[in-house]
């Protein structure tokens, strides 16, 4: 076997064992691993976190190689797993689940009839709907929206975050247009493209849509869309925050139910009996009554939470009435309530400095091992100290508050966790806020309360970011962001302009972790405005940490990323090799999300272009079908872009058709048939691992469901290599075709340099069943 052959097997091999790890063994795409193995980029959770000298540091971050675009998403999500208590759907389609779609796990979605410039991200799924219809508390002003929108079928609803705007929205279209389809627009498509999205009898919306000074939304642009709904029974809603501009049309601003009545909304839902699937049999009416009487309930009512807020607690709730958690985590439990312990802390004397230098490291390292976060919490605390007392010798204590008594100050609880890691999973003992709202609330608290703090923490936070071990680097560059969520401002001035700008790729790499956590803690809307202007104004530096930043922010913002990403790509006055990475790196994190179908459409288009779009769009796709989907339990992973064609026509054509060029391309052919051959591979391991474990084919594909991920036929055949085996007869348009591809089966030979199991009855497939000539072709290097 030849040594490229020989190193293409360890590939297949190594990802199917590394992509178990669910988005935790996040050392990033086979390139960089062999590339830099003795990197801390190629850590785990715990780089740097065992028995490293903690006061080591790299000399400069300039030294530091930045991950792929893939890796980075990884990473932010596998090191700061805490970030995902607070989001909505970081790659998902429209946020409407409260989902992770980020790191290895994904979400699938279907297309829409037709062609569009910009695709929406919908349709929502009917679970999620019938979800709200079940939990939705109505008010008297949302009884006259109803009225209003089957009036007037467009309608702008304004209101601020977490008021249960977007759950409103989703109601009224399904209470006033029965039975049809709710289709999200992304936020990025401009006002006036919201036509060209428009199908009739359908409802639509989309949220907090960009909009500026010399951009508004136009009366123009909701007349054009009501023309599109024509007679049918469409419906356009357009959810907007109070910073969106409008020329013309009516708002009309959103009042929030009373919390009470959210949780009681919840509670019916939640607790009702097993056998009523449907909301007309609630659990016990007088056990609802005594679950609200209750003086948590009374206590955390009366701070008048949001009803985002107010949903979760009817959660906990639930929980508390069948017996799974405390009276202690239901006073615990909100927003609101963690602002109000954090005043407490912070507020005055009756927590020494050191401890509340704790509370913030703790903050920015919330579920990483005590040692860890009291040594980082000690430098802070030399800063604090030299701010307040800059005549008094620096040092302190060896021997401070116990570890209990800081745990039991902070809340916090400590438990067992695991890591994987290049020396093997590791078990470890961790430290988490009980309160998973109190590590965002301790940083703005301080960030934003106590203006002196600043520069002792802007101080520690250089000193972070300038760590070798990627754990530390990375929550430094995520507490940065969550600064800038609260003052985005001086943060953009005194860090994120200066690392954006940077000629180092890692600085770079922490602009783009801090921007899209800022996006996540209130800042989208000025994120994504600032990085459509970098894309079209900015330095080759900031223009690298814009499509870096889209690869973390995903799905969402899809549409606006193709956009931007085509501008930088067309618009280099000198070309970028570091630019040109990133920008196929994008391309290939954006494949692995739930917007894949998106992505892939505006590759083919790209791909009937000539210049820098076509080879974009080549190279985008070509490292996109190198990565693979892990499922639990599945014996091996999937080519993810097969996958997703197996179960998507949509996006099944656009794979097709994308194969297709590259094969009839004579200046990538050979790149295309290597990448394809990597396909073949996988599905001859999937079907020789399950033949090997005699697994027995459960015989149910449902139709629409997509592929059974492990599942193996009568003969051991798994369902990677059945759909490979659908997928070839496709891309075959010649008898030329048929031929070039038998060749290409029958020369990915074995370890016996015979063609394996698969690959024979590929050749079946790719024949329709008839008969197949001619011997084996000599073992080559492929």
């Known amino acids: 076997m030849s040594d490229e052959r020989q190193r293409d097997r360890d590939k297949d091999n190594h990802d199917d064992e590394a992509r178990h790890g669910e988005g935790r063994n996040w050392g990033g795409g086979d390139r960089e691993r062999d590339k830099d193995k003795d990197s801390d980029e190629g850590g785990g959770k715990d780089a740097g976190r065992g028995g490293d000298d903690p006061k080591q540091v790299a000399p400069s971050p300039q030294d530091e190689p930045a991950p792929e675009a893939w890796e980075a998403v990884e990473q932010l999500f596998a090191l700061a797993p805490h970030l995902r208590a607070g989001r909505a759907n970081v790659m998902g389609d429209t946020r409407v689940s409260g989902d992770v779609v980020a790191g290895d796990k994904h979400m699938h979605l279907h297309g829409v009839d037709g062609p569009a410039r910009l695709r929406p991200v919908g349709p929502v799924p009917a679970v999620d709907l019938e979800r709200v219809a079940l939990t939705f508390a109505p008010t008297r002003r949302y009884d006259e929206l109803c009225a209003d929108l089957t009036d007037q079928r467009v309608l702008v609803l304004r209101g601020r975050r977490g008021t249960g705007r977007r759950t409103a929205a989703l109601r009224m279209m399904t209470q006033v247009a029965k039975d049809a389809d709710v289709i999200a627009l992304d936020p990025g498509t401009e006002p006036a493209e919201f036509a060209d999205h428009v199908r009739p009898g359908r409802a639509h919306f989309v949220m907090d849509p960009l909009t500026s000074e010399d951009g508004p939304l136009r009366d123009v642009h909701l007349h054009a869309v009501r023309r599109r709904l024509g007679d049918s029974n469409g419906l356009f809603v357009v959810v907007a925050s109070p910073g969106t501009v409008l020329d013309g049309p009516v708002a009309y601003d959103w009042e929030p139910p009373r919390p009470a009545d959210v949780v009681h909304a919840h509670l019916a839902h939640l607790l009702r009996p097993a056998d009523s699937p449907d909301s007309s049999g609630p659990a016990d009416p007088a056990g609802i009554r005594r679950l609200l009487e209750l003086d948590e309930t009374v206590r955390y009512l009366s701070a008048s939470p949001m009803p985002q807020e107010a949903a979760g607690f009817a959660r906990l709730l639930a929980a508390y009435a069948e017996g799974r958690c405390g009276t202690e985590e239901l006073s615990g439990y909100g927003r609101t309530s963690a602002e109000a312990v954090v005043d407490a802390w912070f507020g005055g004397g009756a927590v020494e400095l050191r401890d509340k230098a704790f509370l913030v490291s703790l903050a920015a390292f919330d579920g990483s091992p005590y040692p860890l976060v009291a040594d980082l919490g000690d430098r802070l605390y030399g800063h604090l100290r030299a701010a307040e007392q800059p005549d008094r010798p620096a040092g302190y204590s060896a021997f401070g508050a116990s570890r209990s008594d800081r745990l039991a100050l902070a809340r916090a609880r400590e438990y067992e966790d695991e890591t994987v890691t290049p020396w093997g999973v590791v078990a470890e003992r961790v430290v988490a806020f009980e309160n998973s709202h109190i590590w965002s609330a301790v940083l703005r608290h301080v960030w934003t309360s106590h ?289 070039r591809m038998d060749y290409l089966l029958r020369r990915l030979c074995d370890d016996g340099g015979q063609p394996g199991p698969a690959v024979g009855r590929l050749r079946d497939a790719l024949h329709g069943g008839a008969p197949r000539s001619g011997p084996p072709s000599p073992r080559t290097a492929f």
């Open 451 to 739: 203006p002196a703090a600043r520069t002792p923490v802007l101080e520690w936070l250089d000193a972070l970011v300038a760590d070798r071990r990627a754990l530390v680097r990375l929550r430094g560059a995520v507490t940065a962001g969550v600064l800038a969520g609260s003052d985005f401002g001086y943060a953009f001035d005194r860090f994120l302009n200066r690392w954006a700008s940077s000629p180092a790729l890692m600085e770079r790499q922490l602009a783009a972790w801090a921007l899209y956590t800022a996006a996540e803690h209130g800042m989208d809307t000025v994120v994504r405005r600032l990085l459509s202007n970098w894309s079209g104004h900015g330095d080759q530096g900031r223009r690298w940490t814009v499509a870096r930043t889209y690869a973390l922010l995903g799905g969402p913002t899809a549409a606006t990323a193709l956009r931007d990403i085509g501008r930088m790509a067309t618009s280099a006055t000198v070309p970028d090799a570091a630019l040109g990475a990133a920008l196929e790196q994008t391309l290939e994190a954006l494949l692995q999300g739930p917007a894949a179908t998106t992505v892939l459409e505006r590759l083919g288009q790209w791909q009937d272009c000539r210049g820098p779009l076509r080879d974009l769009a080549v190279k985008g796709f070509l490292r996109g079908t190198g990565r693979r989907r892990a499922e639990p339990g599945a014996g091996t992973a999937w080519p993810r872009l097969l996958w997703l064609a197996d179960g998507d026509p949509l996006a099944r054509r656009y794979v097709v058709g994308l194969w297709r060029e590259l094969f009839g391309d004579r200046t990538v052919r050979d790149e295309a048939r290597l990448a394809f051959a990597r396909w073949v591979r996988a599905a001859e391991t999937a079907s020789s691992r399950a033949a090997a474990q005699g697994a027995v084919f459960p015989g149910a594909r449902a139709a629409g469901h997509g592929p059974v991920s492990g599942a193996v036929g009568p003969e051991g055949v798994s369902d990677v290599e059945e759909a490979l085996s659908r997928l070839l007869p496709e891309l075959i348009v010649t008898a030329n075709d048929r031929d």
